[in-house]
């Protein structure tokens, strides 16, 4: 849970998590082209989405394609529903 708090607890992260939920899936470049950041600081925010599992990334020709991980997703929301209950 702490991990994906902490990857979530970034403004720009939780903007590329309701760019990808609004989206279902999407290039990079397609994140880079809605967020006024470089292609750079954009790729680090999704490697750590990524590396806290909140992100797929799929390797599609010269990019890489991400989406939600709608599964890690919804056992964190129940997590988090029975932590406060």
């Known amino acids: 849970m702490a991990r994906i708090c902490k990857a ?3 403004p720009v992260r939780m ?3 309701e760019f990808l939920k609004a989206e279902k899936q999407c290039c990079c470049g397609q994140i880079v082209n809605r967020l006024p950041l470089a292609q750079s600081t954009v790729s680090q925010h999704l490697k750590n989405l990524k590396d806290a599992g909140v992100v797929i990334g799929a390797v599609e020709g010269p990019g890489t394609c991400y989406c939600l991980n709608k599964s890690l997703l919804r056992q964190f929301k129940n997590s988090l ?3 406060i209950d």
């Open 8 to 10: 979530l607890g970034h």
């Open 15 to 17: 903007q590329i998590v």
């Open 81 to 83: 529903a029975n932590f």
